[in-house]
């Protein structure tokens, strides 16, 4: 069965730190296009970071400097490690999957996104 599972989420004081993991099966994994997506009560859905085969995709202007996204390929596993969270980061991460080796430019309104996780919850108070 194809699954993608985040965890790492958390309530945390600004300026604290957090690393969200998503395990994904095996069969799904592969080199494809992976990122992290965010979306708060009331918001849109952002796409935070992405990564594929080659390279990191630039980050949301929100998040630059701050996050930070990689993988782990013996482990099936995609992480993203945040630093300096502040109140605007609260928010439901997702994990998601495209399965194409390379991430579009425009990979935040991709419509070809296959596959998500069931989100975990980071919150962070001033």
């Known amino acids: 069965q194809v699954q993608l599972v985040e965890s790492g989420g958390g309530s945390v004081q600004s300026g604290g730190s957090l690393r969200l993991s998503c395990a994904a099966s095996?069969?799904?994994?592969?080199?494809?296009?992976m990122a992290w997506f965010r979306q708060a009560p009331g918001q849109e859905r952002e796409g935070v970071a992405a990564?594929?085969?080659?390279?990191?995709?630039p980050y949301a202007d929100s998040v630059k400097g701050r996050f930070s996204i990689s993988r782990d390929n013996t482990k099936n596993t995609l992480y993203l490690q945040m630093k300096n969270l502040q109140p605007a980061d609260t928010a439901m991460y997702y994990c998601?999957?495209?399965?194409?080796?390379?991430?579009?430019?425009?990979?935040?309104?991709?419509?070809?996104?296959?596959?998500w996780g069931q989100g975990t919850q980071v919150t962070v108070s001033s």
């Open positions: 095996k069969d799904i994994f592969r080199p494809w296009c």
């Open positions: 990564i594929d085969l080659m390279s990191i995709k």
């Open positions: 998601a999957v495209l399965m194409y080796n390379y991430c579009p430019s425009s990979w935040w309104q991709d419509d070809r996104w296959t596959y």
